[in-house]
């Protein structure tokens, strides 16, 4: 089992920077692949970036070249780095493992707004 906790959202202006962090527990940490997901009001949750055990990463076309997900095994973290944030990016942003479909943390709730 694993949990995971997100923190570092807030509120910003349009075209300000956030930087998301997502600590998870036990020691496989490192062998999983993790992602950030995001649910704006009255949507679904999509997928916002992936990174693998390897490094490699995926986004989202809305947020390429704005978002970068990196991560730092030795402190079991994943972090979103979110850079021209828009409204649209506004939403609670969830990081999770493929591996375990049901666990899900609380979220950390970011709002684009002037």
């Known amino acids: 089992q694993v949990q995971l906790v997100e923190s570092g959202g807030g509120l910003v202006q349009p075209g300000g920077s956030l930087r998301l962090a997502c600590v998870g527990s036990?020691?496989?940490?490192?062998?999983?692949?993790m992602a950030w997901y995001r649910q704006a009001p009255g949507k679904e949750r999509e997928l916002v970036a992936i990174?693998?055990?390897?490094?490699?990463?995926t986004y989202a076309e809305s947020v390429k070249g704005r978002f970068t997900i990196f991560r730092d095994n030795a402190k079991n973290t994943v972090y979103l780095q979110m850079n021209s944030l828009k409204p649209e990016d506004t939403a609670v942003y969830y990081c999770?493992?493929?591996?375990?479909?049901?666990?899900w943390g609380q979220g950390t709730q970011v709002t684009v707004s002037s």
């Open positions: 990174i693998t055990t390897g490094g490699s990463t």
């Open positions: 999770h493992s493929p591996l375990y479909p049901d666990i």
């Open positions: 036990g020691s496989i940490f490192s062998r999983l692949n």
